[in-house]
């Protein structure tokens, strides 16, 4: 551990420096001074270099595993300076700081070195937390199922993993591991001989193989756990189904239908069912799978997902992709009454419907079998095949309503795990949809496999309507009508299937991206927050494109190239195909999954609230986090030092003139103020003397009329504030509360905290350098009124905020909100729009009486607003 | 390199690929001990209207070049085995009028300046925008009146 020794001389080091400082004359503000601008610009570096990572989940960018390890030291390195600098300004140690550090660290080499950050030792993952992140832990077929539960919030039944580790702890311990690599080394090298006789002393040998103590005790406990919550209604204890989710299974190579699902399992069986998944491992079938794929130097690893069954009134499956003879764009839905077992074996008789891929999902023809038996759980264990009623034989399964939303539903699958699936699914008696597992359809369109380059030529004849503008934030293919958003839209009217064109980049599309094809718009960012979400949920997404919304036009069907940056007029086939038979998808390959988990222990802030009690070094878990933390404490430090600073008292801090009473002091950085007032340090700087860029946008919105001064009707100022002054109070009006009113600003950078009357505002903005290392964050709490009221204000600025783009975040009264990586132009004006409506809601919440209020002012606020930037363009 | 100076072999090869299709795709070599790299730039340069072929395996790739010429071959520069720059050599001596783009890491930007003087048409650092590698390729087409 270099790093930890390295960090304990520097921590000497401080206190070594901070003990000379005592009893010394204190050190110069301009010492100190340079040391915060350090801060300031290490904090921004780091925040690039995030963003830099970021980026690279976009698809835009080839990299290899080296340039994460890379990355990942340079950040570091980075991030331990930037405590280091803290040390420094505050002359303190920070031990917990750096001790955070040091768990981020650790954690995220353990992640590079493959092994898996797990917080459970007890080898059992819940399916509520589990997604394509953690694939090798859950396997591929759970891992799906949590992505289609988690990330795109379609029901599935409830459940838990018993990962591969747990898998391996097994066979260590029972000495099986190595005996098992044994045997496959032999069968390999012998070129299968005795096959039959090693398959069935394997499984044998797993089927007879003790369980670790804590192992068996912790699926005992997660299985009654389950049971418990799912009780069915008449009490009685849910049947199980036993998944095998192994690392190879559906992925590249098949292995489709050689491991075991035991169904109908009771709850105290599930040891002897975990064990019959496990050795299906090695049947015969398998082994010879294995054997001729080339698989033989890859460890085997099982892991096993253990769920409720679903009590189906109608089960079926679902082929999102097959091609027929007169009909090249189709899916297939097969379906029977009950459980659907029979179906995926083949036995039953089921209904076959054919739909278009395309939406509305058109229905081609209807084949309806007359189904005389179906499966259905058996009360004590199992499952037995029942007669069906005499009506009920001869019905179709399925209405167009229900094959309409089984349809959306698997095209919805489809366009994130960009391929054709194979979708079980089944039907509850009370009628909702349960997604069972999909899986990649092994048969792939067969024309799309033969002529792979055709997709260039196809594109060749289609109109192009945008080409080489524009940023991937996340690549694809995908195809739909054009829908334009604009900023009044209510997301829940977004129509499925359309592609989402809008001049800004919002965090609000976050709702309808799982209904959208596809994003693209004029400005944004690929390191946006909208970008971070459409990654995630892997919607093909164009940015900064400049003319989008001028150049697509309101339903107009197009193809959406985001890999090529490129916009087609109509549906381009060849290429959607194109992207549906490729073999390796990349948000599967090892680095995209790994940077992905490293940037977890990177990139998320969730140390939003300065004023909360949760605002400490313990509760650093990012990287961010700890950026955030120390760019905090530096601003606090300043703070301080500007009202005990002696040398800051005389000179730097400065009181400001201002139109409107804002108590306010500031300390320029640098080129915060004008050349003339900077030099002239005994006089009061006044709005004239702002250079700073966002703290001057800030102020012309707080000046703009009807924002501050709220009545439309002209007032005179004067006796306005005095009644507002009195109705403070004295103890709030007292100079040394008022005193906070402090800006540290630079000519690109503001650090405002701002108490007026009761509310509290602080604003942290950095504009005017490269588009991406624009930000603001803004906070906003308080109030005189009570809670209901001040929470009706809250609502109503948050309301405003996330119209305006923001990402934001409400909790009682308090409000958070985030913008970052808009162009300069943008971002002012979105600091205009701050400085109005700091004004504008600095004493509303006494006039929110009902909820219809808030409305009422929101529209007041947004009109007046409107006209404002109209007559400031 | 003029035209002129194909040999024989070449202009075989060319003229095979000619009677197979009637336009002929400009043909890429992609190699790189990466398999990601591979794995994105074949799908990408597919799409695009190219023949690709990519190789993890320095060796199986310059058996390929022994076999049959490609007018773009993109190679990384760090490899074991066999490192990007005695594979730059070998493809030029077999086939002068092929056009090489290197891939190298930022450490090595250096090293590339200097391949530049074995013949390097261009070099893109790692990690790096597919776009810029697309770019690169059609600036070959260009110069070779390759594009169609």
Not at chain 1, 144 to 162: A, E, K, M, W
Not at chain 1, 181 to 204: F, K
Not at chain 1, 212 to 234: G, K
Not at chain 1, 746 to 767: K, Q
């Amino acid at each position: 551990m270099k790093s930890f020794h390295f960090s304990d001389m520097l921590v000497r080091a401080g206190s070594a420096l901070a003990s000379k400082l005592r009893g010394r004359p204190p050190v110069p503000f301009s010492v100190l001074y340079k040391k915060f601008k350090g801060i300031l610009e290490r904090h921004n570096a780091i925040l690039e270099l995030i963003g830099d990572m970021g980026d690279k989940l976009g698809g835009d960018y080839v990299y290899d595993r080296q340039y994460i390890f890379d990355s990942c030291e340079k950040l570091g390195d980075q991030v331990f300076k930037l405590i280091s600098d803290l040390n420094l300004l505050c002359q303190g140690k920070n031990v917990a700081l750096f001790a955070a550090f040091e768990r981020i660290q650790t954690r995220i080499r353990a992640e590079l070195a493959g092994q898996r950050v797990l917080s459970r030792t007890d080898h059992i993952l819940p399916l509520s937390e589990l997604t394509h992140d953690l694939a090798d832990e859950g396997g591929n077929k759970m891992a799906s199922l949590g992505d289609i539960r988690n990330i795109l919030g379609f029901p599935t039944p409830q459940g838990f993993v018993i990962t591969a580790g747990a898998y391996f702890e097994a066979m260590e311990r029972a000495g099986l591991r190595k005996a098992v690599a044994d045997a496959v080394r032999e069968l390999c090298d012998s070129d299968g001989a005795h096959l039959a006789e090693t398959a069935e002393s394997l499984r044998q040998a797993v089927l007879d193989m003790p369980l670790p103590r804590e192992l068996s005790r912790s699926i005992e406990r997660a299985t009654e756990r389950l049971t418990e919550r799912c009780v069915n209604p008449d009490g009685s204890s849910p049947l199980l189904a036993v998944r095998s989710s192994a690392w190879d299974e559906d992925g590249e190579s098949s292995f489709a239908g050689m491991y075991e699902t035991e169904l109908g399992v009771v709850g105290t069986d599930i040891l002897a069912a975990y064990r019959k998944v496990l050795a299906s491992m090695f049947c015969e079938e398998a082994l010879r799978y294995r054997l001729h794929h080339g698989l033989c130097h890859e460890e085997p690893a099982m892991a096993v997902g253990v769920m409720p069954m679903v009590d189906a009134l109608v089960s079926g499956g679902l082929y999102t992709y097959a091609p027929l003879s007169d009909q090249d764009q189709a899916m297939v839905v097969s379906a029977a009454w009950g459980l659907g077992k029979p179906i995926v074996d083949g036995t039953a008789e089921t209904d076959t419907y054919i739909l278009l891929r395309e939406p509305p999902h058109k229905l081609v023809s209807a084949d309806v079998a007359e189904k005389t038996t179906r499966l259905a759980l058996r009360e004590n264990g199992g499952t037995e095949t029942e007669p069906v009623p005499e009506a009920e034989r001869g019905a179709p399964c399925l209405s167009p309503t229900q094959l309409s939303f089984l349809a959306k539903t698997a095209m919805t699958l489809e366009h994130f795990f960009k391929r054709p699936l194979d979708v079980e699914w089944a039907l509850t008696p009370g009628g909702s949809l349960v997604v069972l597992q999909a899986r990649p359809l092994s048969i792939r369109p067969a024309e799309g496999c033969e002529r792979d380059g055709d997709a260039a030529e196809a594109a060749k004849g289609a109109r192009v309507l945008l080409s080489g503008r524009g940023v991937t934030a996340m690549g694809g293919v995908s195809a739909g009508p054009v829908h334009l958003v604009t900023g009044d839209e209510d997301p829940a009217d977004f129509p499925y299937g359309a592609v989402l064109v809008a001049r800004h980049s919002s965090p609000r599309f976050a709702k309808v991206m799982p209904k959208c094809r596809g994003i693209i718009t004029d400005v944004g960012s690929a390191t946006g927050h909208m970008a971070t979400i459409a990654r995630e949920l892997r919607v093909p997404t164009l940015v900064q494109t400049g003319s989008a919304t001028r150049t697509l036009s309101e339903g107009q069907e197009i193809t959406l190239d985001a890999d090529h940056q490129v916009v087609y007029e109509g549906r381009v086939e060849a290429l959607c195909r194109f992207e549906l038979v490729r073999e390796d998808v990349f948000e599967e390959s090892w680095e995209y999954r790994t940077l992905k988990r490293v940037l977890k222990h990177v990139s998320p802030l969730t140390l939003l609230d300065p004023k909360s009690e949760g605002f400490t070094p313990e509760s650093c878990r990012t990287y961010h986090d700890i950026a955030r933390y120390v760019h905090q404490r530096s601003v606090d430090k300043l703070t301080a030092l500007a009202e005990t600073h002696k040398e800051i008292r005389r000179g730097a801090a400065r009181r400001l003139a201002t139109r409107l009473p804002l108590g306010l002091t500031v300390i320029d950085v640098e080129g915060g103020l004008s050349p003339a007032a900077a030099e002239n340090a005994g006089s009061e700087p006044t709005e004239a003397d702002i250079l700073c860029r966002p703290f001057k946008a800030l102020l012309d919105g707080m000046n703009a009329p009807g924002m501050w001064d709220t009545n439309p009707v002209a007032v005179d100022m004067g006796s306005f504030m005095s009644s507002v002054t009195r109705t403070l109070g004295t103890e709030a009006s007292h100079p040394s509360r008022m005193g906070r009113n402090l800006a540290v600003f630079s000519r690109e950078y503001l650090n405002l905290h701002l108490r007026l009357g009761y509310h509290f505002t602080v604003v942290d903005a950095f504009i005017g350098g490269a588009m991406n290392d624009n930000s603001i964050a803004f906070r906003f709490m308080g109030g005189v009124t009570d809670l209901a009221r001040r929470s009706r204000r809250a609502g109503l600025v948050a309301v405003i905020l996330e119209r305006s783009d923001f990402l934001v975040e409400t909790k009682g009264d308090l409000v958070t909100a985030r913008i970052k990586k808009h162009p300069t132009r943008i971002m002012l004006d979105k600091m205009f729009l701050l400085g109005g409506l700091i004004g504008f809601t600095r004493q509303l919440d006494a006039k929110l009486d009902t909820d219809g209020d808030v409305e009422l002012h929101r529209n007041i606020f947004l009109q007046r607003i409107a006209a404002l930037r109209e007559t400031r363009e | 390199m003029t035209p002129d100076s194909k040999n024989l072999s070449d202009d075989v090869t060319r003229q095979q690929a000619e009677a197979e299709t009637p336009r002929r795709k400009t043909s890429i070599l992609v190699l790189d001990d990466e398999p990601i790299v591979c794995k994105r730039l074949k799908p990408f340069f597919q799409k695009a209207g190219y023949e690709v072929e990519a190789f993890n395996q320095p060796l199986d790739a310059l058996a390929r070049i022994q076999a049959r010429r490609f007018d773009v071959v993109i190679t990384d520069l760090k490899m074991e085995g066999l490192d990007g720059l005695s594979f730059l050599g070998k493809v030029k001596e077999l086939h002068p009028d092929t056009d090489v783009i290197l891939i190298t890491g930022f450490a090595t930007m250096e090293t590339a300046r200097q391949s530049f003087r074995k013949g390097v048409f261009d070099c893109v650092a790692k990690p790096f925008k597919l776009a810029e590698l697309l770019d690169g390729v059609k600036r070959i087409e260009k110069e070779r009146g390759l594009a169609s």
